[in-house]
């Protein structure tokens, strides 16, 4: 069969869909990215918030629409979506054909054959034990690879449905992250994003126990030139951890870490494990050790509770710690989340223009540190040549793919995607910024 496969939401979810790629190709079928034309698309789905399934039902309807006009043949939806909509997917949306839950990506060959069969395919395995050590089919550059080293979360925050869409937190071995990353590298992989729900709490649930430090050595030990960290969640950011980073050249001093928000009466609604003052002291304690560290950060505007005086405290938070890199989303009330159920719903429109003020003050922050850094050399992973900008384009270790901005160079030659080049900055614009190769 031709399978084509669309895969939506975050780096983790595409992790998923390329083992399902790689499940279908042993099977002998031919994966494509392009539904038009296939005999099944796989569209692989995140059910997080509003905006994410408003997405996933877009593609539906869209791929439905393609095959009315005969130009695909099955829909199988698998993922986030299907996992949380079941129901509501088989009753509402006659477009889908079969369904994958989260606990199910494994099943993706029996249910193409199922399709094949005429059957109605539904598959929801135990989202608490899964396979995640399969072969991938890598759809990222060939020089940026992610490796999910744990799978579910078990923290519990308040607003987040995460919990009861991948099942509890489960660290892979060491054994078959290292065997994984080896292949990497020996493909040309010189640029490692971890990624998880929850890095930070990497191997706690193992026999016997490691830590996270312990494999980011082993991984620092293979032939990458960059380790990029996703996400680290502040109360369990270690000493050991930290010396680390500042131990392993390959180590970004590019952290990730989600606070969600800095008011103490806000975290402790989310249930949140850190405070004001121990985020502040994190962060204090991570530039004494790394000067040049750059912190990212995801916040939240508009939990419940969150009055006029929360919203300044934040504001106020951010323009004393100078946050290099931030997301910033809408609180959305998740059915089946202690969140949607609080008392003090702030109104949308309030909670949208919290947003939007606080992407503006981030915007001024990282203009001024954009601007900071005019003049300097740094170092810039190209990642080819831009024919709208009419240069290259590439990220420095400041950028992660697909979230941060990027750095656009002139060159004299040619510069293969997946050099590494030093390149002197020149200009700051709207979050980019622009240069010229250093020879």
Not at 9 to 33: D, P, W
Not at 272 to 298: C, G, H, Q, W, Y
Not at 323 to 337: D, K, N
Not at 400 to 406: K, V
Request: glycine share 8%; hydrophobic share 40%; proline share 4%.
């Amino acid at each position: 069969m031709k399978v084509a496969f669309i895969s939506l939401g975050c780096s983790k979810n595409l992790i998923n869909t390329e083992q399902m790629m790689a499940l279908c190709r042993q099977a002998g079928h031919t994966v494509t990215g392009d539904p038009d034309g296939a005999d099944v698309a796989v569209l692989n789905t995140c059910g997080f918030i509003d905006s994410a399934k408003s997405e996933a039902i877009d593609h539906i309807l869209a791929l439905g629409k393609l095959k009315a006009e005969g130009r695909l043949g099955k829909l199988l939806v698998a993922g986030c979506l299907s996992q949380r909509y079941r129901q509501e997917i088989r009753q509402e949306l006659p477009e889908v054909d079969g369904m994958l839950g989260t606990g199910s990506y494994t099943d993706v060959v029996a249910a193409l054959e199922a399709l094949e069969a005429g059957e109605q395919p539904e598959c929801f395995g135990d989202i608490h034990h899964t396979d995640d050590d399969g072969p991938r089919v890598v759809t990222t550059p060939p020089y940026t690879a992610f490796l999910k080293i744990a799978e579910g979360c078990s923290n519990g925050c308040a607003f987040c449905i995460i919990p009861k869409l991948r099942g509890r937190y489960r660290s892979r071995s060491m054994d078959s992250l290292l065997a994984e990353a080896r292949g990497l590298a020996e493909s040309g992989v010189k640029e490692l994003i971890v990624i998880a729900q929850d890095i930070t709490r990497y191997g706690q649930d193992l026999e016997p126990p490691v830590s996270l430090a312990q494999l980011l050595r082993q991984l620092c030990a293979l032939p990458f030139h960059w380790i990029r960290l996703h996400y680290l969640y502040p109360e369990a950011v270690t000493d050991e951890l930290i010396h680390t980073i500042t131990q392993e050249p390959k180590l970004l001093h590019y952290l990730d870490i989600p606070i969600q928000h800095c008011n103490d009466a806000i975290l402790s609604a989310m249930r949140r494990r850190s405070t004001k003052a121990e985020i502040t002291a994190l962060f204090a304690k991570l530039r004494a050790a790394m000067p040049d560290v750059v912190i990212r950060t995801s916040l939240i505007c508009g939990l419940p509770g969150e009055g006029e005086a929360e919203f300044e405290e934040l504001c106020d938070f951010l323009r004393e710690q100078k946050l290099q890199r931030a997301g910033v989303f809408q609180f959305s009330p998740e059915e089946g989340t202690l969140a949607a159920r609080m008392e003090g719903q702030v109104d949308g429109e309030v909670a949208a223009r919290r947003v939007e003020h606080i992407v503006e003050l981030q915007s001024r922050v990282m203009d001024e540190w954009n601007d900071s850094r005019l003049g300097t050399v740094i170092e810039v992973l190209c990642e080819g040549f831009d024919s709208q900008m009419g240069c290259f384009a590439g990220r420095s270790r400041a950028d992660s793919p697909e979230i941060d901005g990027r750095v656009y160079f002139t060159a004299a030659g040619e510069i293969p995607a997946g050099s590494f080049v030093s390149v002197r900055l020149t200009q700051a614009v709207d979050g980019d910024l622009m240069g010229e190769i250093e020879e």
